[in-house]
């Protein structure tokens, strides 16, 4: 099990970018991490993914805007995001997956707005 902690997120204008970092107590060379967010009112939904071997993968809605990346050596997951819009406004959460264990972060929270 490992803590994580979520920073970087903030207000910025549609179209803006932000970049979300996530920093874990311990290793995570083993394990997939992920990006999850919530809007008010709405489930947690899957926001992107990179496992172990570097592998990504993306939620339909991102069509490309967001960049997930990991150094291992920091024991830092990134989420750099561009082209916001106000639909993107959520607390977004880090996520770490080891077989059946499964961390979250305390979440950051994202606003677009004008």
């Known amino acids: 099990q490992v803590q994580l902690v979520e920073s970087g997120g903030g207000s910025v204008e549609p179209g803006g970018s932000l970049r979300l970092s996530c920093v874990a107590s311990?290793?995570?060379?083993?394990?997939?991490m992920g990006w999850y967010r919530q809007a008010p009112g709405n489930q947690r939904e899957f926001v992107a993914e990179i496992n172990s071997g570097g592998i990504t993968s993306y939620g339909d809605f991102v069509k490309g805007r967001f960049i997930i990346s990991r150094d291992n050596a920091k024991k830092t997951v990134h989420l750099q995001m561009s082209g916001l819009n106000s639909g993107d406004t959520a607390v977004y959460f880090c996520?770490?997956?080891?077989?059946?264990?499964?961390?979250w972060g305390q979440g950051t929270q994202v606003t677009v707005s004008s």
């Open positions: 311990g290793s995570i060379s083993d394990k997939a």
């Open positions: 996520n770490s997956k080891f077989l059946f264990l499964n961390d």
